[in-house]
């Protein structure tokens, strides 16, 4: 492979790229285009990003440095290397996201009078209305615990609000106490809304932190408070299971989920004020070295500043409201199931997210519950949310008596207890549940219903990129498609036996499946592209994806470039491929688009001489996705919705001047700068699919 950079640099390092990635949505937090509450908003999903960013990720570092501390990554650095620039990019993040929020942010917010009370700027009057709520709402919740050899250091649940109070004097037992930990309990609101009367502004608000600083002498009455510090640990939250030891995966999973919640500390949050021998108190309490604690001005627990967003009814201040339209035909008031159907049949139907509705989804799934023809549903859940209408649809199949078949995925990162008493309710009313493959998620997207139609069976499937999560269809983009075509859902129905019996490997017609024909499919036609570029045609690759990190198609695509073949990437996340390096990757370019909604969808294209093959898939190009998961690629083949992919997908995010950011040789992004009209991809689509709202460019 020619190439002017070393074989050790033609890959990233996936964790420096993670957190370029939330500089890029810090980035929309600074813009001073975006809503002064979604500013807010997004400085509190960087926070909630980097929470699991250290749960996951630094955790894997950490085990690395205890492992195997001398063997390289793909970028060649070591676990120590890696280890020491993240910690300086983090640090360097938070310190960003802490002062916008400070200098910028919340002074404006005050200005639009949505204030915080901080203790030190009560009134008399203020301080006597918080004193009474902490009395009477607070205090009563609260278990101060004074450490000695009779009460030792409480055990800490994860990304949990704790104080560490110092204190002089004796007890009423005679006992000198320096140190009590004081930990908040869930159950407690972070956020108090002061009288508008007392507040002088439309929506004050005091932070659980505040009453805590002002009155939690009175957790220890006859004792001197000398500070009051707020701290949080984060821990190790990635769940182990023993595939060769396991027997019932439903069983062994709700055994680890009990530990989650104490597993090693990665991260010492506390406040800038904290005394630095208290800091190395409980930095020594957690394992955790100097480098570890994250002192920051401001409350360790920003992500619970979001709800701020929620509760202050200022529209003017966040996006404009967005209805999402739902398309023809299922916009027919009176569509019956057999009308449902028969729009399916007729041909295929594409459905792009937030722009279309989710709702013909859920119309879909009624109409198989609630249709005497349908005598089978079959479902792949991987996230569903808590309350789900989609679930309840499917409980109630079952209890009809249709045969339901829903393979739950267990393993569903932070999903995983809602997905267990999911699994348990279906499970009570005679559905089959199954929980697909032990050491292989189950990611791919997928239902389908048989129907008697005419004394044949005739399957229904809808395929998409996203999860059946109603809340997420709000506010990811996602492509979906119903089908009847015969080649897709009989494949469908192979999987969905594969995933709950037992055999060989099913020969497929027309979807690609990982962990079996994704990847060398992708593979082969990048290869066929390199082939036509060769012979002088006109050779193409375009992907839209969350993550870019398997390195046999990063190397597959540095060939192709060279090559000739044009490769435009559009990529959210994190890609370790680098773009635009002479002699590797020059006819490369990478695109990460951040905005209002949250890029999701996987689309992959090759141009193929003209005879466009065009993908949609439940799978980015990670290693994990193509030989870990069991995910699912399934063809466009409509002329008109391959037309839409490629422009929803691609052509209109290449124009795209205000979401879009380049990433350079060296891994670094920088925004687009363009003299042609102003595009924003998001507002073009909202626009152009057609729902209710305030779309102008």
């Known amino acids: 492979m020619a190439s002017r950079l070393p074989v050790n640099e033609l890959f990233l390092n996936r964790e420096l790229a993670l957190l370029k990635f939330n500089e890029r949505v810090l980035a929309l937090?600074?813009?001073?285009?975006?809503?002064?509450?979604?500013?807010?908003?997004?400085?509190?999903?960087?926070?909630?990003?980097?929470?699991?960013?250290?749960?996951?990720?630094?955790?894997?570092?950490?085990?690395?440095?205890?492992?195997?501390?001398?063997?390289?990554?793909?970028?060649?650095?070591?676990?120590?290397?890696?280890?020491?620039?993240?910690?300086?990019?983090?640090?360097?993040?938070?310190?960003?996201?802490?002062?916008?929020?400070?200098?910028?942010?919340?002074?404006?917010?005050?200005?639009?009078?949505?204030?915080?009370?901080?203790?030190?700027?009560?009134?008399?009057?203020q301080r006597e209305w918080a004193h009474e709520v902490f009395q009477m709402d607070v205090m009563p919740l609260l278990t101060p615990i004074g450490l000695d050899p009779a009460h030792p250091f409480p055990r800490v649940f994860n990304k949990s609000l704790n104080f560490a109070v110092q204190l002089t004097g004796r007890d009423a037992f005679g006992r000198n106490a320096a140190i009590a930990i004081v930990q908040a309990p869930r159950a407690l609101p972070r956020l108090t809304q002061m009288p508008p009367e007392l507040s002088g502004h439309p929506h004050g608000y005091v932070m659980l932190t505040s009453f805590m600083q002002a009155f939690v002498g009175d957790l220890f009455p006859g004792m001197k408070v000398n500070g009051c510090y707020q701290w949080r640990v984060t821990r190790n939250s990635d769940l182990f299971v023993d595939d060769e030891e396991i027997t019932n995966l439903r069983h062994a999973l709700q055994g680890e989920l009990t530990q989650r919640h104490f597993g090693n500390g990665v991260r010492l949050e506390l406040a800038d004020s904290t005394p630095p021998d208290l800091q190395q108190f409980l930095l020594k309490e957690f394992s955790l070295q100097p480098r570890d604690a994250y002192r920051v001005d401001g409350p360790v627990n920003l992500s619970r500043l979001m709800q701020l967003v929620d509760l202050v009814d200022r529209p003017d201040l966040k996006f404009a409201e967005f209805r999402a339209a739902v398309p023809?035909?299922?916009?027919?008031?009176?569509?019956?199931?057999?009308?449902?159907?028969?729009?399916?049949?007729?041909?295929?139907?594409?459905?792009?997210?937030?722009?279309?509705?989710?709702?013909?989804?859920?119309?879909?799934?009624?109409?198989?519950a609630a249709d005497p023809s349908v005598v089978a549903i079959k479902q792949t859940i991987y996230r569903t949310g808590e309350d789900s209408e989609l679930m309840r649809l499917l409980l109630a199949a079952a209890k009809s008596g249709k045969e339901v078949t829903v393979v739950v995925e267990l393993m569903a990162r932070f999903d995983e207890q809602t997905n267990i008493n999911w699994a348990s309710r279906l499970e009570e009313v005679g559905a089959h549940v199954v929980y697909g493959v032990v050491g292989h998620k189950t990611h791919a997207k997928m239902a389908l219903v048989l129907r008697h139609e005419k004394g044949r069976i005739r399957r229904y499937?809808?395929?998409?990129?996203?999860?059946?999560?109603?809340?997420?269809?709000?506010?990811?983009?996602?492509?979906?498609?119903?089908?009847?075509?015969?080649?897709?859902?009989?494949?469908?129905?192979?999987?969905?036996?594969?995933?709950?019996?037992?055999?060989?490997?099913?020969?497929?017609?027309?979807?690609?499946?990982?962990p079996f024909s994704l990847h060398e499919t992708m593979v082969s036609m990048i290869r066929r592209e390199v082939r036509h570029a060769k012979a002088g045609k006109k050779a193409r690759v375009m992907a839209k994806m969350n993550s870019l990190l398997e390195p046999t198609i990063i190397e597959e695509l540095y060939k192709a470039s060279q090559a000739g073949v044009q490769v435009d990437l559009v990529v959210r996340g994190v890609c370790t491929l680098r773009a635009g390096v002479p002699g590797l990757s020059d006819n490369i370019t990478v695109r990460s688009?951040?905005?209002?909604?949250?890029?999701?969808?996987?689309?992959?294209?090759?141009?193929?001489?003209?005879?466009?093959?065009?993908?949609?898939?439940?799978?980015?190009?990670?290693?994990?996705?193509?030989?870990?998961?069991?995910?699912?690629?399934?063809?466009?083949?409509?002329?008109?919705?391959?037309?839409?992919?490629?422009?929803?997908?691609?052509?209109?995010?290449?124009?795209?001047?205000?979401?879009?950011w380049i990433q350079q040789p060296d891994g670094n992004y920088a925004r687009i700068k363009s003299r042609r009209k102003p595009m924003n991809l998001h507002t073009h689509l909202m626009a152009q699919l057609g729902g209710d709202a305030s779309t102008s460019e």
């Open 461 to 514: 499937g809808h395929l998409g990129t996203g999860n059946y999560h109603p809340r997420t269809a709000r506010l990811y983009t996602d492509f979906g498609m119903f089908t009847a075509d015969p080649r897709i859902c009989e494949d469908m129905d192979q999987i969905f036996a594969q995933l709950t019996g037992l055999g060989e490997q099913r020969k497929l017609k027309a979807l690609l499946q990982a």
């Open 29 to 125: 937090a600074e813009d001073e285009r975006t809503p002064l509450l979604e500013r807010l908003r997004f400085v509190c999903i960087v926070s909630s990003n980097l929470d699991e960013f250290f749960e996951i990720r630094v955790a894997a570092l950490n085990e690395q440095l205890s492992q195997n501390p001398r063997v390289k990554g793909l970028d060649g650095r070591t676990p120590e290397e890696v280890f020491q620039t993240v910690s300086a990019s983090a640090h360097a993040l938070i310190d960003r996201q802490y002062a916008l929020l400070n200098q910028v942010i919340l002074p404006r917010l005050q200005g639009e009078g949505v204030m915080l009370h901080m203790a030190h700027t009560w009134t008399e009057a």
């Open 593 to 660: 688009l951040i905005g209002r909604f949250l890029e999701h969808s996987r689309v992959f294209y090759f141009l193929n001489d003209g005879q466009e093959a065009v993908y949609l898939a439940s799978a980015d190009w990670m290693d994990r996705n193509f030989f870990r998961r069991v995910e699912v690629a399934f063809p466009i083949f409509d002329a008109d919705l391959k037309k839409r992919v490629v422009d929803e997908a691609f052509n209109f995010a290449l124009r795209d001047t205000q979401l879009a």
């Open 328 to 368: 023809p035909p299922f916009d027919e008031r009176s569509l019956t199931p057999d009308a449902m159907f028969r729009a399916i049949a007729e041909k295929d139907r594409l459905l792009h997210h937030p722009y279309e509705s989710f709702q013909p989804v859920i119309d879909f799934l009624t109409a198989a």
